[in-house]
């Protein structure tokens, strides 16, 4: 039950390998059905899996692995490569708009995370940044979505903008940016309701909070957890809002994490920040490296 | 009927659209072999007998030659406690939710306990759920032990003559030894005050979850003894394939779906009618591609 890693995984084929003494065209096939066993294992989605695959088999097939003394460990080598080039790239930081408050949306999934990480956000903006953030209650839908983040706002001791659950969210946005202003507040992250990113509805909800918002930022937040499903809900969010990047949740569980590499391959968006805990100040910058390390199991 | 060969291409498809149902490799292999088989001994290439071939493996491989109760183990004239566990944001309190709602409607006396005092706001949320189904809840305050509360829970609702207690938890990530301990507490505080119970231990599991939700399964199990699973946000595009492994793997059943976040957004599981839905967009998805090429 254990899922195993992709050394694991290789060890069968490399014994094979080691009694001829040379890596043969099909040797390289072989050790290619691990590595998208591994992966699929993993969570990475299956299209996701097939394109990367053959990315990596044309790299192994060509001098590094069949050339090595050691082709299974060679696989491994560009195998974490390739993860890591395509999960990389950006830093982690934190747009700040020319026109004072920048505005931050976090969108997401029922239960993904979104209130949490609101708080957690705003709890790095100060401590780090120095900035002073308005937190937003704009989900009106979720029995006491507005009561978590308010006790979340005493908690870190920041103020929380409310405006009940009877006024509508894009209206609670809008007064939030004046009050903001108003209050010489320097970021509002607006906290939204779980969605389904076929409700076509509460979708049409978010580009009104955008249009009206500029957001210099808006947050898919997604469990790191999720399976197949990250790329149709990244995908999703994103066509229809223009994401700017990534939160991912929950990693301070066992899973894989294989959704990372499905959401950055199909959004080309970069993953900001990772959530490690329940806790606010459980927020880490996203490191590529030990994502593609986590991913393969080892 | 409609007519399509049903070749290696064929086979390759179902693979994938198993996969990405989150079905998990070794459960589509063995699916896909003993369908080969079927099909050959058969010897059709009709994609509706297919359908239903399928269909059927995956009931035989879901209950594995016995009958499959998805009902709760309910005590007639006596207290039932119910204990619902999972990881973080599943939608457990949901679902206690909903069941209350259910259970009111057959004209039980239902009561709820607000076990999750981690949480921000989790015991407004379950509080919510009591006022609009009509139900009491038994709480303490925020960041009191949980332990203490099911014991307050398990005796008031004794002493009011409940029918049902369904006892709220707050979410953890398997792998967190304390929090786990700290469950298998609460569980024995309800054991020590009504024997026989918890009577149910429901896992909550979110459609979305990939492989992990095995792990989560097994852990679970290992700490509170689950008897069921409830298998919530079918509503959206992510199929939930997991559970077939878990029934495999642990003997772990079903017992309800959720489709949605509104008090009547709960089913009961029926695994034909969700088998059927697995495979429904593949094969539709197929007839129309057929369709549109037939047009053309
Ligand atoms: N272990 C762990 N739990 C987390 C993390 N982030 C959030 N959670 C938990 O996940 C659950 C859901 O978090 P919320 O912040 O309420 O999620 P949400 O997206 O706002 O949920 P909705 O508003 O209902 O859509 C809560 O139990 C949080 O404590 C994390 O990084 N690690
Ligand atoms: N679409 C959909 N959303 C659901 C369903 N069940 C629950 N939700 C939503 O998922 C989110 C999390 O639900 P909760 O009931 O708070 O989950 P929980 O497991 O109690 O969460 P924690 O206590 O934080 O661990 C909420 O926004 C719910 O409205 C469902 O079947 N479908
Ligand atoms: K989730
Ligand atoms: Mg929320
Ligand atoms: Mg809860």
Redesign the pocket.
Known sequence: MAFEGLAERLQGTMQKIRGKGKVSESDVKEMMREVRLALLEADVNFKVVKEFVKKVSERSVGQEVMKSLTPGQQVIKVVKEELTELMGGEESRIGTSKRPPTVIMMV??????????TGKLANLLRKKYNRKPLLVAA?VY?PA?IK?LETLGKQLDMPVFSLGDQVSPVEIAKQAIQKAKDDHLDYVLI?T??RLHIDETLMDELKQIKELSSPEEIFL?VDSMTGQDAVNVAESFNEQLGITGVVL?????DTRGGAALSIRAVTGKPIKFV????KLD?LELFHPERMASRILGM | ARYRKIDEDFFEELEEILIGADVGFDTVMELIDELKMEVKRQNTNDPSAIREIITEKFVDIYSDGQEVQSDLNIQENELTVILFVGV??VGKTTTIGKLAHKFKADGKKVMLAAGDTF?AGAIDQLEVWGERTGVDVIKQAEGSDPAAVMYDAVRAAKSRGADILLCDT??R?QNKVNLMNELQKVKRVIEREIPGAPHEVLLVVDATTGQNALVQAKTFKEATDVSGIVLTKLDGTAKGGIVLAIRKELGVPVKFVGLGEKMDDLQPFHAEKYAYGLFAEAFEEKEEKKEEEAGD
């Open positions: 997401g999934l029922q239960g993904a995370g979104k209130t949490t990480t989900d979720r979505a978590q906290d309701a779980g937040v949740t929950k990693l301070d569980g959530g490690m805990g329940e459980a | 973080n944001g949480r707050a979410g990530l």
